[in-house]
């Protein structure tokens, strides 16, 4: 009798405990509503466990975050379909892990943004995406080696759709810019920050014999949408005011979430911003 009243008590607690737990919208992916409003979930809401969600699609996502359980992922899949084809289902009913950066040493990657005489090199592996803070990054190339040739241009390559695009890209002494409004089209910016394969190439318009010289996968990450979703970690995990932990946190999301920054870039962008003084690393 005993045994069975602390059993009891113990899973009141316990589901006490997990109904208690704040969970923060960091990043969605497709529409989710609120059930019970019908208002559509944006970046920064914060919601309890049994909070019935309506998945508008069923490849409709949400990253949450809180400071019991760290970074979690709703999938709606796992919801029960209803008769329109939406998924209903309470929060802590879709609610997993998000699978950790295993194996992943961005220091292996980092090469100073200097003199760069091998593309590939410079990216990494081409199943890495990188990721570019705003809408421009500026690659500084050796310019003996990426020199102006006579009949010959650069390319950087990649698809819409079944779509092969070929955008001639210029290199001015030395200086290659990766600008996300010059190299895709208005209407698929978000092509350009979900992340796409990219290549780069040289190419003798002559002979129309090409070379390749990198293949990544390029992200341009929005700067508002980062900004909310920095602010969301500070609130979510309650780190105000402590520099280490903002950096940590923030570099675990956002190669999870995005791809590997170049090197100091996201550093530099938080120090702007104030999150960190520029000294942190």
């Given amino acids: 009798m005993v045994k069975t009243i602390l059993l009891t008590v113990l899973?009141?607690?316990?589901?006490?405990?997990?109904?208690?737990?704040?969970?923060?919208?960091?990043?969605?992916?497709?529409?989710?509503?609120?059930?019970?409003?019908q208002r559509n979930l944006i970046v920064g809401d914060v919601l309890a466990a049994n909070t019935q969600l309506t998945f508008l699609t069923e490849n409709a996502k949400a990253v949450v975050i809180s400071k019991e359980k760290g970074r979690m992922l709703l999938d709606g899949s796992e919801g029960k379909r209803n008769y329109q084809g939406?998924?209903?289902?309470?929060?802590?009913?879709?609610?997993?892990?998000?699978?950790?950066?295993?194996?992943?040493?961005?220091r292996a990657v980092f090469k100073e943004n200097k003199d760069i005489v091998d593309l590939q090199a410079y990216f990494g592996s081409e199943k890495l995406q990188r990721a570019i803070i705003g809408e421009k990054y500026t690659l500084n190339l050796n310019p003996e080696v990426f020199k102006k040739k006579?009949?010959?241009?650069?390319?950087?390559k990649y698809k819409i759709g079944d779509e092969v695009v070929n955008?001639?890209?210029?290199?001015?002494?030395?200086?290659l810019t990766?600008?996300?409004?010059?190299?895709?089209?208005?209407?698929?910016?978000?092509?350009?920050?979900?992340?796409?394969?990219?290549?780069?190439?040289?190419?003798?318009?002559?002979?129309?014999?090409?070379?390749?010289?990198?293949s990544t996968h390029i992200c341009f990450v929005n700067e508002k949408v980062l900004q909310?979703?920095?602010?969301?970690i500070i609130k979510g995990y309650g780190i105000e005011g402590d520099e280490a932990q903002i950096?940590?946190?923030?570099?675990?999301?956002?190669?999870?979430q995005y791809g590997i920054p170049f090197e100091q870039d996201l550093e530099?962008?938080?120090?702007?911003?104030?999150?960190?003084?520029?000294?942190?690393?």
Avoid: C, R
Wanted: without cysteine; aromatic residues 14%; hydrophobic residues 40%.
């Fill in 228 to 232: 909310k979703e920095v602010n969301t």
């Fill in 11 to 37: 899973a009141f607690l316990l589901n006490t405990y997990v109904f208690a737990q704040d969970y923060y919208v960091l990043h969605l992916s497709g529409k989710i509503k609120e059930t019970s409003s």
């Fill in 268 to 281: 530099g962008w938080l120090s702007k911003k104030g999150y960190i003084n520029s000294s942190q690393k």
């Fill in 86 to 106: 939406e998924f209903i289902t309470m929060l802590q009913n879709v609610l997993m892990p998000v699978a950790a950066n295993e194996g992943l040493s961005t």
């Fill in 178 to 214: 990766l600008d996300k409004k010059a190299l895709f089209p208005v209407g698929y910016h978000d092509l350009a920050e979900k992340g796409t394969k990219a290549e780069f190439f040289s190419m003798n318009v002559i002979s129309k014999k090409s070379e390749l010289l990198a």
């Fill in 167 to 175: 955008k001639v890209i210029k290199i001015y002494d030395g200086q």
């Fill in 247 to 256: 950096l940590e946190k923030v570099n675990d999301y956002f190669i999870h």
């Fill in 150 to 156: 006579g009949g010959s241009t650069y390319i950087f």
